[in-house]
């Protein structure tokens, strides 16, 4: 059997960016906001006043954070984007049986299938994490055609197994 290569340029735009920030930042924490919103209501129900002003006090303390978050963790990549010399410049993703290989202007690196922890595909990204909260963000737009992307994820189910959460 021949081996084929994957090949594929990477540069994230700002708006993949801010959507992976969102997701890894909110992701353990949707119970939370859960919480807060069914205990605002619970407190509402117990204050039988309904007016516009007493709703508006009681969710302005739970509403707060959250907003703050949002509009932190979109300055937060915007910052990143501007400043991290790796998301600025192209990378040259390269994925055989054997490795993968990753190019850019500062850096050459290579790493087997092992190391790899798992692999989730969300919102238009494919996700190969080395650890646990970190790895290669690949946006399902870098492939070349529909083909590509599922002889990519074709590989990578045959390398994770079961750690391999894809599409299609």
């Not at 700002?14 to 959507?19: C, D, H, P």
């Not at 703050?68 to 993703?93: D, E, F, G, Q």
């Not at 083909?147 to 391999?164: I, N, T």
Request: charged fraction near 25%.
């Amino acid at each position: 059997m021949e081996e084929t290569t994957i090949e594929i340029e990477v540069l994230i735009e700002f708006k993949e960016y801010l959507k992976l920030a969102y997701f890894n930042f909110f992701r353990k924490l949707w119970f939370i906001w859960l919480f807060v919103v069914i205990f605002s209501l619970y407190d509402l129900y117990n204050l039988e006043i309904w007016s516009l002003f007493s709703v508006f006090k009681l969710l302005l303390p739970y509403l707060l954070p959250p907003v703050s978050l949002v509009i932190y963790i979109h300055w937060l990549a915007k910052r990143n984007l501007k400043t991290s010399p790796v998301l600025k410049r192209v990378s040259i993703y390269q994925f055989s049986e054997d490795k993968i290989s990753v190019k850019s202007e500062i850096f050459d690196s290579n790493l087997t299938w092992e190391n790899v922890i798992k692999a989730h595909e969300k919102a238009n990204m494919i996700i190969l994490y080395t650890v646990q909260n970190a790895g290669f963000f690949l946006p399902v737009r870098c492939f070349e055609n529909e083909s590509q992307l599922v002889e990519f994820r074709e590989l990578v189910r045959r390398k994770l197994g079961d750690k391999a959460k894809l599409k299609g």
